[in-house]
């Protein structure tokens, strides 16, 4: 059965530090990993991966896929009180549809 | 355990024709949601809605509208279905105190 893990699944932190969020899949015939950042009612896109080794940039945020390994990670460095929110990793495969991760809660304190 | 379950998983259907997509949540979660995903795309808002009989237009509503005549059901209506509008179809639903969305497992549809 297809699935992805996130972990951690809560994380408390002050406002500067930088935190590395971690996403596993299972799944065949992959296609796509995707980052999504969920505050009040939608989610906002970050990233989709593809390309194992990869980075992909956005201002503080990284993120990284190892398809070898099957894991993603999320970094975000400097973090500030805006960076609250559920982080969520869905991932695409090929004729079949969307598995979602639990998502990661993310508090950033000031 | 929640479940957000929705009504096919793959869906074929002629230029024209009028589509139904149903959605379905068994954890009594007031707001739902409908999304499409396309390739290189993220998560596009389609519609939501935060109570029976309740409606919003998301990002992308054109061509599409809503009902929600039950609390656990929300139905997304294509009126004449363009090949445009072949995409995955993703239904979520969150309560009013976590705002965590959970996912179905998608419809794929394709319009020829």
């Known amino acids: 059965e297809d699935k992805v893990v996130q972990s951690p699944l809560s994380l408390v932190v002050h406002e500067g530090d930088t935190v590395t969020l971690n996403c596993s899949y299972e799944?065949?015939?992959?296609?796509?990993l995707l980052w999504y950042k969920q505050e009040k009612k939608a989610p906002t896109f970050l990233f989709m991966l593809?390309?194992?080794?990869i980075e992909k940039k956005s201002g503080r945020l990284s993120s990284i896929l190892d398809k070898k390994e099957l894991f993603s990670i999320l970094n975000i460095t400097a973090t500030q009180t805006g960076d609250s929110a559920v982080y969520l990793c869905?991932?695409?495969?090929?004729?079949?549809?969307?598995?979602f991760g639990p998502g990661t809660r993310l508090s950033v304190l000031p | 355990d929640v479940k957000v379950t929705q009504s096919s998983r793959y869906l074929v259907k002629r230029t024209g024709e009028k589509v139904f997509l149903e959605c379905v949540q068994d954890?009594?979660?007031?707001?739902m949601f409908w999304y499409r995903q396309d390739p290189g795309l993220g998560l596009r808002l389609i519609y939501f809605?935060?109570?029976?009989?309740?409606?919003e237009k998301g990002d992308i509503p054109e061509g599409y509208s809503v009902s929600r005549e039950k609390k656990e059901r929300f139905s997304l209506i294509l009126e004449s279905a363009s090949t445009n509008q072949t995409s995955m179809y993703l239904c979520?639903?969150?309560?009013?105190?976590?705002?965590?969305?959970?996912f179905g497992p998608g419809t794929r549809l394709t319009v020829t």
């Open positions: 954890m009594d979660h007031e707001n």
């Open positions: 593809t390309s194992s080794g």
């Open positions: 799944v065949t015939n992959f296609r796509s």
């Open positions: 979520a639903s969150t309560s009013d105190l976590t705002y965590e969305q959970y």
């Open positions: 869905a991932v695409e495969a090929y004729g079949q549809n969307f598995v």
């Open positions: 809605s935060y109570d029976v009989k309740m409606k």
